[in-house]
């Protein structure tokens, strides 16, 4: 991959990570709840998705999906049913006891779930594959071996997500700390509840 093709991909999926979504609002709302080892986990679940994606998107299979629009509404309600649910839980759970650094945070088995459940956020997600699919054909270069092509753009989209995501589960896990024993943070659990639910209507009502 040429060198000015590589850093034109960098600027262009350093530009999407920026802007919020629900992985964001997942990794958040995880670190607020069980500390900066839960919003490690559900970094790695959602960053772990693209995986799956990039190899989708290598055998074809995000062209196929594209093809057949009942597949995609398909795949689409059962993501949004299923941020309903994750907005859902925050909504009407009772807040617990905040992690702080150095304490214990969420077992290792419960940081296992909260792997899952952003990888989950990731797969179920339709745009994202689709989005992938319109992305990449722009910056593949005839003369370089495709697969490298692809490996380079999948670590520099782990790396720069991961980036981001690692920021806001800081940024959330310092809010928590500061804020432990107030009521204020009970309200920021339902504000991320509540955004997991936007974020649910929305994609449920989209078209595309």
Not at 16 to 29: D, I, K, T, W, Y
Not at 139 to 146: A, E, K
Not at 155 to 172: E, H, K, Q, R
Request: charged content about 10%; aromatic content about 8%.
């Amino acid at each position: 991959m040429p060198l000015d093709t590589f850093l034109l991909f960098l600027a262009t999926w350093t530009l999407v990570a920026l802007s919020p979504g629900p992985a964001v609002m997942f990794v958040m709302s995880q670190t607020g709840r069980h500390g900066m080892r839960a919003g490690v986990a559900g970094t790695l679940g959602i960053v772990s998705g693209h995986l799956f994606t990039f190899s989708a998107v290598a055998l074809g299979l995000a062209a196929l999906l594209a093809k057949y629009s009942e597949a995609v509404s398909a795949i689409r309600i059962v993501s949004a049913l299923y941020l309903l649910y994750l907005g859902a839980k925050m909504l009407l759970s009772r807040p617990r006891a905040l992690s702080t650094e150095t304490g214990a945070g969420a077992a290792p088995a419960a940081r296992h779930g909260i792997v899952l459940q952003g990888l989950a956020v990731q797969l179920t997600n339709p745009k994202n594959l689709l989005f992938v699919l319109a992305l990449l054909p722009q910056f593949i270069r005839p003369g370089y071996p495709l697969l490298l092509q692809l490996g380079i753009m999948l670590v520099v989209t782990i790396l720069v997500d991961g980036a981001f995501l690692l920021a806001y589960a800081n940024l959330a896990a310092h809010g928590a700390r500061a804020l432990k024993g107030s009521r204020v943070i009970a309200w920021l659990e339902r504000v991320f509840g509540a955004a997991l639910i936007f974020f649910g209507l929305k994609l449920m009502l989209s078209r595309r």
